[in-house]
């Protein structure tokens, strides 16, 4: 079959089966299997396509019509210009936690870090600021060890192996305090809201690094507990948040002992994340 209508037949397919995006998560899935960017596929639209690429390009599109992520069908995602290897055992990196990286690397540009990142998933916030601060170093933790060792995997693609540990741990383990910055994107959804989410995230994305307990804020509390514990004096905590949390973390955050230097604001002028130090 010619390229031009394969896409078109699977972009009308996804879009039956209510696949807002369908045109672009067409053009992303058969980039992926060609091993090639979008502009090939325009650029090229009546190239003739082997039957096996066809297969293969059916069976995807077929997992996306189900609602799993394109990230997770072609097993990337890009963020700060890199692609991250994902899985079901990380969540797929988000564009506004870009904001959390860019705040940290603006704060910190040419200076010699060492760098906890609690939750590290993917690994993606933690290999991010790296590749921006040359001289710096990094931990990062969670509690799944599947994420880890996915993490250990994009490290060794972005070439950061010898600036990087990655371990299988809660952070109520770690002990001593030795870090000039702590990043975190912990999960905040309420338990109750969980059920609100689309049908992509509930259904294939990790719940561990959604579920925030009761009221949003069981594992943002623990992370700001022991960051108390964790950071050199006049330390940096980063820390993603969700909608309306901002008052009740930056209470937490100064009844801690913290103050705020910053806070950032979403695509939606939602409060994301906030710098605070010690």
Not at 4 to 32: G, M, P, V, W
Not at 69 to 83: L, M, Q, R, T
Not at 197 to 206: R, T
Request: aromatic content about 8%; charged content about 25%.
């Amino acid at each position: 079959m010619i390229l031009k209508n394969t896409i078109q037949k699977a972009s009308l397919f996804l879009k039956n089966n209510y696949i807002d995006t369908h045109s672009l998560d067409a053009e992303l899935i058969l980039s992926n299997i060609m091993n090639t960017s979008r502009e090939f596929l325009l650029l090229n639209d009546e190239l003739k396509l082997s039957n096996s690429i066809i297969n293969k390009y059916n069976k995807a599109v077929e997992k996306r019509a189900k609602k799993e992520p394109v990230a997770y069908i072609v097993g990337k995602k890009e963020f700060w210009s890199n692609d991250f290897t994902v899985n079901d055992s990380t969540l797929i990196p988000r564009p506004e936690t870009e904001l959390l990286v860019n705040e940290v690397i603006n704060f910190y540009k040419n200076k010699s870090i060492n760098i906890l990142d609690i939750g590290t998933g993917s690994g993606c916030i933690l290999l991010s600021i790296l590749k921006e601060l040359k001289r710096s170093r990094g931990l990062g933790i969670d509690i799944s060890h599947k994420a880890i060792f996915v993490a250990k995997k994009n490290a060794k693609k972005l070439k950061l192996l010898n600036r990087t540990r990655f371990k299988t741990c809660d952070v109520s383990k770690l002990q001593y305090r030795s870090y000039d910055l702590i990043v975190s994107n912990p999960p905040y959804i309420p338990s109750g809201d969980l059920r609100n989410l689309s049908h992509d995230i509930i259904n294939y994305e990790p719940l561990c690094a959604l579920n925030g307990g009761i009221d949003g804020l069981d594992l943002i509390k623990k992370v700001i507990y022991k960051s108390t514990k964790l950071l050199k004096k006049s330390g940096i905590l980063a820390i993603e948040i969700g909608n309306n949390q901002y008052k009740r973390v930056s209470n937490i955050l100064m009844k801690s002992g913290f103050r705020e230097i910053k806070k950032v604001h979403d695509y939606n002028y939602n409060v994301r994340c906030i710098i605070s130090t010690n």
